[in-house]
Nanobody
């Protein structure tokens, strides 16, 4: 069973940067997707970025050019995903959830969610 543990997040000012990390254990198959959704209270979760086991990336329009997703699969016991968030804006404030989708390159309907980490951008 895949488990995700997130770290990073915090309180920053507009224009600053943060990096989120997601440690995934229990990944058994080579075709999968890691990434992040985010959620503001009272709204639906929205996809932020994803990266496949083949290295393909996908970004929401509202983060293109500012966020960069990457992954490190060298340790098969603990795959890592990272979300580098630069030029943060007030509207990036949300709870960010790491996700994992198995057997597919689609980020729709993830199989596993992390616990979430809060990102707050305040002036």
């Amino acid at each position: 069973q895949v488990q995700l543990v997130e770290s990073g997040g915090g309180l920053v000012q507009p224009g600053e940067s943060l990096r989120l990390s997601c440690a995934a254990s229990g990944i058994r198959f080579s075709r999968n997707v890691l990434g992040w959704y985010r959620q503001i209270p009272g709204e639906q979760r929205e996809l932020v970025a994803s990266i496949t086991s083949g290295g393909g990336t996908n970004y929401a329009d509202f983060v293109k050019g500012r966020f960069t997703i990457s992954r490190d699969d060298r340790d098969r016991a603990k795959n890592m995903a990272y979300l580098q968030m630069d030029s943060l804006k007030l509207e990036d404030t949300a709870r960010y959830y790491c996700f994992f989708k198995d057997g597919s390159y689609s980020a729709v309907s993830p199989d596993v969610w992390g616990q979430g980490t809060q990102v707050t951008v305040t002036g």
